[in-house]
């Protein structure tokens, strides 16, 4: 009998939960204005939730009468309800089968452990917490929580793998939808790399003396790769309206109508410092890419 009331009070459940009566009753009881805006009467939504529960909590205190054939307010004590808190905890807030659960492990360790005494009340509690720390959604949501995690922890070591080469984070790289970039971004993370093996002294100090012309394998890469570099990534030479042969260096911005930005204040008395002068800046922005 108490199986068949068992089933029943699921099935209720089940349809109450998932009809239009439902949803409109978790919605009156979670956003009252939300629910008022497009038209529901949360008030009347929670005089039905009062009325269905309380006539459910009737017929099972009916059932509770009938089979132990006496009944007393102390029965639910303080410790009675706490047990009852404990399997709503364990089972799960909010979901049928977690109260199904829950109930079925208190009661096992409640009645079939009498012979712990009062340890097994402590039993309970040291469920109850563990639950609430690990398993946020209860036992019956336990699965679906790991799911989610495994499902993170993958994300994560995708983004890991992504970000390895240093060119992409690791919440881009999962929103990225030209996963061609990614690529693109690597093999020019490598490129630097290999190209800061080649920044030395002596090649510094070749360009120095030769800004133009033919130069060694060397700095003919470096410089390779400083012309292909984007707009916004490039130096200019402007020469200096009010004095001949005189230059300073501006950083061009790659946008349309946006004038140049000085890069410093010095004056350059001849192309080839300037030419250096530049060949310095990109050699440093190389270094701290």
């Known amino acids: 009998m108490a199986f068949l009331l068992l089933l029943g009070a699921l099935t209720l459940f089940r349809l109450i939960n998932s009809e239009r009566l439902g949803l409109l009753l978790q919605t009156a009881r979670d956003e009252e204005a939300f629910a008022e805006a497009i038209g529901i009467d949360y008030r009347r ?4 939730v009062f009325m269905s529960s309380s006539a459910g909590l009737g ?3 009916a059932f509770y009468a009938m089979y132990y054939s006496s009944i007393s307010p102390a029965i639910f004590s303080l410790d009675q309800l706490l047990l009852l808190f404990a399997m709503i905890v364990i089972g799960g807030i909010g979901r049928a089968d977690g109260a199904v659960l829950g109930t079925a492990i208190v009661v096992l360790i409640d009645k079939g452990l009498l012979e712990l005494g009062p340890a097994r009340i402590l039993l309970i509690a040291v469920i109850m917490m563990l639950v609430t720390l690990f398993a946020h959604n209860g036992l019956v949501g336990a699965r679906e929580q790991f799911r989610n995690y495994r499902n993170r922890k ?4 995708r983004a890991r793998r992504t970000e390895k080469g240093g060119e992409v984070m690791p919440e881009e790289a999962t929103e990225m939808a ?3 970039q990614i690529y693109y971004r690597r093999f020019h993370k490598r490129l630097r790399e290999e190209l800061k093996q080649l920044i030395t002294p002596d090649l510094i100090e070749e360009h120095r003396r030769k800004p133009l012309g033919r130069h060694s394998d060397g700095l003919n890469r470096v410089l390779n790769y400083f012309r292909r570099g984007e707009m916004p990534d490039k130096y200019a030479i402007m020469r200096q309206p009010t004095a001949f042969n005189h230059y300073t260096i501006v950083a061009l911005s790659g946008e349309r109508g946006a004038p140049p930005r000085i890069v ?3 004056v350059y ?6 030419y250096h002068a530049v060949f310095l800046l990109r050699v440093n922005d190389l270094l701290e890419s």
């Open 45 to 48: 939504a929670r005089v039905q």
């Open 59 to 61: 017929v099972i205190g």
């Open 154 to 157: 993958r994300s994560e070591a």
């Open 178 to 180: 030209d996963k061609q």
């Open 264 to 266: 410093d204040d010095r």
């Open 269 to 274: 008395e001849s192309i080839e410092e300037a």
